[in-house]
């Protein structure tokens, strides 16, 4: 396939992705994108007879960034995935019954003399008792989504309105349909066929996938989005997988659309259950809805059975079961074949990050793409980085698992057995101890995340920040009431979630 008298960057590359599932389709577009055609050639291989997960229907910010760099044009975007605006995740139940709180994409007030905000909610609850649980008044985005409102950042404005932050929910089949058509007018080769096995060449570089309809497809560079069962990474290559099963109880889910409620959320709801959660993602022409559980604590039918009940809509599908195992390949990538999705690995869908995990895999990439023959330097930096990213992001979903009041079932006593990692230990302990939050390296998710989720989950540190006492008492409480009153102001002027959302595609 390679003309080996070339130059290696000079070479045009083989690129074969094994896989058309949100993964297979994200790599492809992005790929056709920025690799220009005169020096890379394309394949994605997709078996209709296996089909996709297709859930991954809730996102985080970085997806905008990841549309813009393919130049998606929003407003088609969100037509064709029938999708919606989305704010954050509001909790319910998890710290215990009765309670809810939100994750906000945004920040919380404003940094005041350098210091985070919430060293000064902390000071005020110290000196005033004043509570933390509702603090929606100090988020525009916390502000915005429980009036159902949302607007597009205005980076014009004075207000807080310039520095919303968003992501969306969005059909996921449809997601991958989109980009499909992008890809494929880029000139990527689409071919459906399944494939029957795998050759290698005698240094364990695979060489080519067997397909059972039509001729061997060669690569020099292969990207497995296989799913869950890591066609090449796993069973080619035997790269190990490393099991979370002991810090993340749950493995399961069913999944069952309803219809749409007469309110478009802006945000999407998890609720704890006795054995688990469930989610309720909010998209123009159906609620998604699922129910995440533990294996161990409740069977199949009775999950199916309580989604069932707990519908916030009539049923317009039928339960469907997906199951899983939370972990990480050790290297997700070895010889020349790279694993993005979930043959690389899954953290089950609490935080909405199974799609940020890949968009990050494919534009960290796209910064290393190697010359051939693949240089150990450069995998191995890529191997590093990626398990430090999943990593962090594992520590912030156990979280929510073990800060609580939770005692109420087996599940939720056996979440307090959990022997959390170094590093989530030493963050709560830092918290506890000071109020303080430190993002480590690559890490996902900022300090105002951690603080949601921290706050949220019922910890409260003994100490805040010595220097937020260099503002007086009253002081504080004019920010606190001039922070409150734009935050109101410009969530009162944003429009109704749903209508913003039509009048947006219809003007595009
Ligand atoms: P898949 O969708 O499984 O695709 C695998 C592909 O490989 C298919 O096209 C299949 O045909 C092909 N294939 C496999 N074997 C062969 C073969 N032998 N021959 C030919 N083709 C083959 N992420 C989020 O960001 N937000 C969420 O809200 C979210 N919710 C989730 C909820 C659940 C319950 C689960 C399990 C995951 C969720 N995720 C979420 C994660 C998200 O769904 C996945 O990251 C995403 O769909 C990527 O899947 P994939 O493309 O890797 O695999």
């Known amino acids: 396939m390679s003309n080996n008298s070339q130059p290696s960057s000079l070479r045009k590359q083989s690129i074969v992705i094994v896989g058309g599932g949100s993964a297979g389709w994200m790599s492809a577009a992005a790929f056709a994108t920025h690799l220009s055609p005169e020096h890379f050639h394309i394949t994605?291989?997709?078996?209709?007879?296996?089909?996709?997960?297709?859930?991954?229907?809730?996102?985080?910010?970085?997806?905008?960034?990841?549309?813009?760099?393919?130049?998606?044009?929003?407003?088609?975007?969100?037509?064709?995935?029938?999708?919606?605006?989305?704010?954050?995740?509001?909790?319910?139940?998890?710290?215990?019954?009765?309670?809810?709180?939100?994750?906000?994409?945004?920040?919380?007030?404003?940094?005041?003399?350098?210091?985070?905000?919430?060293?000064?909610?902390?000071?005020?609850?110290?000196?005033?008792?004043?509570?933390?649980?509702?603090?929606?008044?100090?988020?525009?985005?916390?502000?915005?989504?429980?009036?159902?409102?949302?607007?597009?950042?205005?980076?014009?404005?004075?207000?807080?309105?310039?520095?919303?932050?968003?992501?969306?929910?969005?059909?996921?089949?449809?997601?991958?349909?989109?980009?499909?058509?992008?890809?494929?007018?880029?000139?990527?080769?689409?071919?459906?066929?399944?494939?029957?096995?795998?050759?290698?060449?005698?240094?364990?570089?695979?060489?080519?996938?067997?397909?059972?309809?039509?001729?061997?497809?060669?690569?020099?560079?292969?990207?497995?989005?296989?799913?869950?069962?890591?066609?090449?990474?796993?069973?080619?290559?035997?790269?190990?997988?490393?099991?979370?099963?002991?810090?993340?109880?749950?493995?399961?889910?069913?999944?069952?659309?309803?219809?749409?409620?007469?309110?478009?959320?802006?945000?999407?709801?998890?609720?704890a259950h006795e054995n688990g959660w469930q989610w309720q993602i909010p998209l123009q022409h159906r609620v998604g809805n699922g129910f995440v559980y533990a294996s161990e604590f409740l069977n199949e039918q009775n999950a199916i059975d309580q989604l069932s009940t707990q519908l916030p809509s009539k049923a317009i599908g039928e339960p469907r079961t997906v199951k899983w195992i939370n972990g990480k390949r050790k290297n997700v990538w070895e010889k020349n074949c790279i694993a993005i999705g979930l043959s690389a690995g899954f953290i089950e869908p609490l935080e909405s990050t199974g799609l940020q995990l890949v968009q990050s895999a494919i534009t960290r990439l796209l910064s290393l793409w190697p010359n051939l023959p693949v240089a150990k330097a450069v995998r191995d930096q890529f191997n590093a980085y990626t398990n430090d990213e999943i990593d962090a992001i594992r520590d912030f979903v156990i979280l929510h698992y073990v800060a609580n009041k939770r005692r109420d079932s087996s599940f939720w006593q056996h979440c307090q057995q959990i022997t959390l990692p170094e590093r989530l230990q030493n963050k709560i302990a830092l918290y506890e101890s000071s109020g303080n939050i430190f993002r480590d390296n690559n890490e996902l998710f900022n300090e105002i995340s951690w603080f949601s989720v921290l706050n949220g989950q019922g910890l409260t540190p003994t100490s805040y920040h010595p220097l937020a006492n260099n503002l007086p008492a009253a002081s504080r409480k004019q920010y606190f009431k001039t922070i409150a009153g734009a935050m109101q102001e410009a969530s009162a002027s944003m429009l109704d979630h749903g209508e913003y959302l039509a009048k947006y595609i219809a003007q595009s």
């Open 44 to 271: 994605l291989v997709e078996s209709k007879d296996i089909g996709t997960v297709s859930v991954g229907e809730a996102t985080i910010p970085g997806i905008l960034e990841f549309n813009q760099m393919l130049g998606i044009n929003e407003a088609e975007f969100l037509a064709f995935t029938k999708g919606s605006f989305k704010l954050g995740i509001i909790f319910k139940d998890w710290y215990e019954k009765g309670n809810q709180y939100m994750h906000p994409f945004g920040a919380y007030g404003v940094n005041i003399q350098g210091l985070p905000f919430h060293h000064y909610l902390l000071q005020d609850k110290a000196d005033s008792g004043s509570s933390m649980q509702n603090l929606s008044p100090y988020c525009i985005e916390y502000a915005a989504a429980l009036n159902n409102k949302f607007s597009h950042p205005q980076p014009q404005s004075r207000s807080p309105l310039a520095s919303i932050k968003y992501a969306y929910h969005f059909d996921a089949t449809l997601y991958a349909q989109f980009l499909q058509q992008l890809a494929c007018s880029k000139g990527v080769v689409h071919i459906q066929d399944y494939i029957t096995d795998v050759s290698q060449h005698p240094n364990g570089d695979i060489a080519s996938i067997t397909l059972a309809n039509g001729p061997a497809v060669e690569g020099d560079i292969f990207i497995d989005c296989s799913g869950f069962k890591g066609l090449l990474i796993n069973q080619t290559l035997g790269v190990k997988f490393e099991d979370w099963r002991q810090y993340l109880p749950c493995d399961s889910a069913i999944a069952m659309p309803s219809e749409t409620l007469e309110e478009l959320k802006p945000y999407t709801i998890s609720s």
